[in-house]
């Protein structure tokens, strides 16, 4: 077993998945900002696709929004507004009401004012008498405000009011606590059980504490049935996913306003918290458990966006415009949920979410145990399944495809992505990124290594097949591997066949060596010219070249292609001959055919040995013009379908109306001789023999050999036109019959 292990890690699916997975181990361990920053937006996701839940029935909002702000001005509202908002929703039967506000500063009405000022004017002119000075006094209370906000938010039912935590996370300063919130209330607004399983250690003991506190006027506070901080800590987006169920301040822990006034809600039942030596172990509210971290943090399971919990109007509920049983029972929230207060919150579902519905998300996951909760040793199981994964993909992609490999890689993800989220919505979150990217790192690591090896194994196979056929063949043999069977296509191409004049005579004087050596100096560069102009070397026939232009790659200018080619070969060949002449070499000249036309073009062979090339009557007429250059003295002959392609961008003269062999009707061929525009002597040359062939044509025998002798005066080595002249003194003394025409027969290939 060991040793198989061992032969598996020598492979590129072994080692490629082992560096994967500790890539992946360390990711999860150390969760840098950005892949962290991933999972958060994936786990927000989840949140959207789930979409909004059927809240409990035991929460209700008064909010004060934007129809209440226009009704009664502007927030904060005076005491005395508040103090009569708070009657009307106790008077509407709640069980609990919780405030998301804080009530930190005195506020001086116009008659508290007026009497402290009177007060200080009677006692100034010595006219104070301790019965004035009672009733003043007892006026005084009568008119104070925020006395009688207190009285209010102690009438039944229970009020839990809010505050705030300032520094949280940052130095503790315990002795404040007791100072500013006072006894009863720290009772009121702390676990009232604080289990220690095991011995603290200060360096790796990690719990949400705070440096300051924000508290409510102590005659409020005195009133109130107790109190809850309402911190929130987003994330390092912004995005508030968690909320602290504990904060530590002084030697006290103290609870949420969600937790405090479920507290009440149930009846007050035992709150407690279990600690551990690296920090919270769990939170308790009577027999129920609420999941939370190491920091005592609580992951949020929102019900939905703005809006999802009942919501009534401040200025509505003030004013009596509710239903009689709207808040009868219920734990009636109270804060801000207009946009111009600034209590608003982003949230997986909501870029402005009101903090009061939060605090409601938090209050319901409390009332219905609808936990949002990572599972124990979440590490461990991360992990754990990152191994799976890793031995699943490294035992199947080696045997697939790249097609069939992205298939199962994308039919996985799809897989786990299922049950992500359906573990999600049955309150379990679990790592979704960094799976994923681990999935998607793997299969690109796969498929560069297929793709380097399939490159690798082309290369190997170029590198053979060139050393036979043109590289353009090999690569389309690469590129379309299928093509690589019998058969072929029917395709418009240019043909040119090429072969050494009188080669019999030279190899006859030639040592076999020598003449190896002879045939190499001559096909190397005629085959570079080839491919240099984009042909195809189709075979070595002896000494003669088949090259085809426009096949395997089309080729739009194939027969221009295919011309320069011919005129490269012709001036090359006349380079190398003074070379040789000067190493005191033989000296050769070649013919050059070229014709275009349709073609068979493919594999051709048997089934186990084949080669691509071209056949058909288009392919034999290329090579009979080849042989004709002998006949008529040339160089370089065309065919008519080639002339026809080139338009005017080369110079041709018309050689002879010829019917070769196999062929009922004659065919025009051309002689080939430059490209471009032709000089002026050239243009007369080819301006008389084009006259002379015209009156050859029409048995006018005198006028063509007046036109050649004119054209020979310019070239008077010119092979074609000699022949011509020949011919015409040969019909001058014996006209030939009338059955006679300006064809000539090729009886032989």
Known sequence: MLRRLASLFKTFPGRWVAAVTLVAAALLIWRPAFTEFLELKFYDLKFRYRGPLAPGPEIAIVGIDDASLQKVGRWPWSREVQARLFSKVKEAGPRVVALDIVFAEREESAAVKTIANLRREIAGRGKATPELMKLLEQEERRVDVDRRLAQVIGQDPPTVLGFFFRDVGGRVRGLQAAELMGESYIRASTYNVVRQLEEIKPDIFRVMAAGGVQVNLPEITAAAAGGGYFNMTPDDDGIVRWTPLSILYGPDFFAPLPLVTVDHYWGRPTLGITLTRVGVKEVRLGSRQVPVDRYGRLLINYLGGRGVFPTYSAAAVMEGRIPPDALKDKIVLMGATAVGIYDLRVTPF??????????????????????????????????????ALGIILAWALPQLSAFRSFAFTLALAVIFVGGNY????????????????????????????????EEKEKLRVRRTFEAYVAPAVVHEILKHPDNLRLGGERREISILFTD????????????????????????????????????????YIGDAIMALFGAPLELPDHAPRACRTALHMVAALRDLGKEWAAAGRPQFRIGVGVNSGVAAVGNMGSDRLFDYTAIGDNVNLASRLEGLNKYFGTDILLSQGTAQALGDAFILRKVDLVQVKGKAQPQEIYELMGEGTPDPDLARFLEAFDQALAFFRTRQWSESVAALDEALHVRPHDSLGRRYRLLCKKFLKEPPGPEWVPVTVMSEK
């Not at 870029?351 to 938090?362: K, S």
């Not at 573990?423 to 790192?441: A, E, K, M, S």
């Not at 004049?501 to 003449?515: D, I, Y």
């Open 422 to 453: 359906f573990l999600f919505t049955r309150g379990w979150q679990l790592d979704l990124f960094y799976p994923l990217l681990y999935i998607g790192v793997i299969n690109v690591g796969f498929t560069v290594h297929r793709f380097m090896l």
């Open 350 to 387: 909501s870029g402005d979410h009101p903090g009061i519905d939060i605090h409601a998300a938090v209050i319901d996951n409390l009332l219905s145990g609808r936990f949002m909760q990572k599972l124990p040793f979440e590490l461990g199981w991360s992990l754990l399944i990152i191994l």
């Open 500 to 539: 050494i004049r009188g080669f019999t005579t030279l190899s006859e004087n030639l040592a076999p060596e020598e003449l190896v050596t002879v045939l190499h100096d001559f096909l190397n560069p005629m085959s570079n010219i080839i491919i240099e102009h984009g042909g195809t070397i189709d075979k």
